[in-house]
T-cell receptor
Framework: GDSVTQMEGPVTLSEEAFLTINCTYT??????LFWYVQYPGEGLQLLLK?????DKGSNKGFEATYRKETTSFHLEKGSVQVSDSAVYFC???????????FGKGTRLSVIA | ETGVTQSPTHLIKTRGQQVTLRCSSQ?????VSWYQQALGQGPQFIFQ???????GRGNFPPRFSGLQFPNYSSELNVNALELDDSALYLC????????????FGQGTRLTVV
C-alpha cells in the first residue's frame, strides 16, 4: 500500500538556520503531496501542497517540490524562526485530499 | 480559523468501556474523515463518511464505528476500549469533489486506563 517515510527527529536548529526535512513516498497511483504542521496542543494545519510532478508548493517561507523521478517532497526553509518550532508531517493522498497517508512526523525545535 | 470543532477535548475511560467522540464539520463541507494519532506517531486513517455513509476505511477493527448526520457532523464510537486506544483522535472535513483542502479539528485526547 501507499506509504510515506520522513526523516527522524528531533531536529534542533538555531534561529535563521536553513531547514531541510526529507520526505519520500511510495504510491501505486499519482498522488497529491502535502506538508502539515502541528503546533503544541493543536490539530493539523496544511502548510503546503503539490498535485503534480515538478509543482512547487510554498507558504510562509517554506517550500517543497514534487519530484516524481525520486518520489520525494522535501520541505525547505531558508531561515527558520523560533515560531516555526512544531511537528511537521509529510502526507499523500491518492484521492485529491482524503484519505491522507502520513509519515511519522519530524519535531523541529528552533532556539534563539 | 478552520471551523472544525471536536468534543470533548479530553476524556479518560476505563478499559472495556465505550466512548463517543463528536465532530462538527466546516460549513459547506460534506465529507468527514477520522484519524487516530498515537503518541509520537503520524495520524492513521480510521474511516471516512460522505452523505451519511462510510466511504472508505483504514485498518481498524469493527469496534471502531461512526455516523454522519444530515448536517454533515459526525461521531466516532469505540466499543470495548483497550489501553492501546489511548491517542489523539482527529476529525477532518472536506469537500468530496475537487482538490480542496482538508481542515482538521484540534482533536480529542482519549486516555484509557
Amino acid at each position: 500500500g501507499d506509504s510515506v517515510t520522513q526523516m527522524e527527529g528531533p531536529v534542533t536548529l538555531s534561529e535563521e538556520a536553513f531547514l531541510t526535512i526529507n520526505c519520500t513516498y511510495t504510491a501505486t497511483g499519482y498522488p497529491s503531496l502535502f506538508w502539515y504542521v502541528q503546533y503544541p496542543g493543536e490539530g493539523l494545519q496544511l502548510l503546503l501542497k503539490a498535485t503534480k510532478a515538478d509543482d512547487k508548493g510554498s507558504n510562509k517561507g517554506f517550500e517543497a517540490t514534487y519530484r516524481k523521478e525520486t518520489t520525494s517532497f522535501h520541505l525547505e526553509k531558508g531561515s527558520v524562526q523560533v515560531s516555526d518550532s512544531a511537528v511537521y508531517f509529510c502526507a499523500l493522498s491518492d484521492q485529491g485530499n482524503t484519505p491522507l497517508v502520513f509519515g511519522k512526523g519530524t519535531r523541529l525545535s528552533v532556539i534563539a | 480559523e478552520t471551523g472544525v470543532t471536536q468534543s470533548p477535548t479530553h476524556l479518560i475511560k476505563t478499559r472495556g468501556q465505550q466512548v463517543t467522540l463528536r465532530c462538527s464539520s466546516q460549513s459547506g463541507h460534506n465529507t468527514v474523515s477520522w484519524y487516530q494519532q498515537a503518541l509520537g506517531q503520524g495520524p492513521q486513517f480510521i474511516f471516512q463518511y460522505y452523505r451519511e455513509e462510510e466511504n472508505g476505511r483504514g485498518n481498524f477493527p469493527p469496534r471502531f464505528s461512526g455516523l454522519q448526520f444530515p448536517n454533515y457532523s459526525s461521531e466516532l464510537n469505540v466499543n470495548a476500549l483497550e489501553l492501546d486506544d489511548s491517542a489523539l483522535y482527529l476529525c477532518a472535513s472536506s469537500l468530496r469533489t475537487g482538490n480542496t483542502e482538508a481542515f482538521f479539528g484540534q482533536g480529542t485526547r482519549l486516555t484509557v486506563v
